[in-house]
């Protein structure tokens, strides 16, 4: 029995276990960045209607949310919505229109956009780079991995007054993955076992456990786009100027 728990407790401390964590306001480096720049003294009117993206895995609606929220933290402009319009501000209106709320809001033109957004997520490329190492002792064998992914993004700035492209820039972000795998633990216990005159009689039970873990694509892809709303907020008195 003793054996048995040795084996259990051995793999539990050379794999890590997940863990829940509490939640928590986003303080990434990019979100402070962003949350730090000067509130621009005029702010023009700008609109995102939809990010496309090429990768399975990520879904545009949210990704528009991402963006939208990282233009309104910026303070360098005053969005407007478009994108989710007929759900939240339009039925607001239809409500105000047929006499259902009061206010006078159905009445009035809403504000419009003097440039847009377009963003696209253009690529997710496996395994940029990747490694592995392992070692045995006693009969177990531990190993280890790591290897990059990569996530690509693509936004443009475009006049609605003359449909010119003003300023576009892309952005790339390394996803970080590792993972690590433990087996043969009963081999070594009967080895340690065997040296101290004990006969298992090949009973000791062997134990085999491998874990992962890898960056979150939702966290690469807000700081994606919050390092490019902080860019292109730098650069927009030159294209503004022309």
């Not at 949210?62 to 963006?67: H, R, S, Y």
């Not at 402009?77 to 607001?92: F, K, M, Q």
């Amino acid at each position: 029995m003793k054996i048995v728990l040795l084996a259990v407790a051995t793999t539990l401390a050379l794999v890590p276990a997940a863990h829940a964590a509490d939640a928590k306001v986003d303080r990434s480096k990019s979100t402070q960045r962003l949350e730090k720049m000067e509130k621009a003294p005029t702010r023009p009117y700008v609109t995102v209607y939809e990010v496309k993206s090429n990768v399975g895995e990520i879904d545009a609606r949210g990704t528009t949310a991402m963006f939208t929220t990282a233009l309104v933290k910026s303070r360098q402009w005053r969005v407007v919505e478009r994108n989710r319009l007929a759900e939240g501000v339009g039925r607001e209106r239809e409500l105000n229109a047929s006499g259902v709320t009061t206010g006078d809001g159905a009445t009035k033109q809403l504000k419009g956009a003097g440039y847009v957004f377009e963003a696209s997520i253009t690529e997710l490329a496996a395994q940029t780079s990747q490694s592995s190492s392992g070692f045995s002792i006693g009969g177990m064998q531990i190993g280890q991995s790591a290897s990059q992914d990569e996530l690509g993004m693509d936004i443009r700035v475009l006049s609605v007054q003359t449909g010119e492209v003003l300023d576009s820039i892309n952005v790339r972000k390394k996803l970080d993955a590792s993972g690590s795998s433990v087996s043969g633990v009963g081999s070594l216990l009967d080895t340690i076992a065997s040296r101290k005159g004990v006969n298992t009689g090949g009973l000791t039970p062997d134990v085999n456990a491998q874990g992962s873990k890898r960056e979150s694509i939702d966290r690469a892809l807000r700081e994606l786009i919050e390092l490019a709303v902080v860019e292109l907020s730098q650069r927009r008195s030159s294209w503004e100027e022309d």
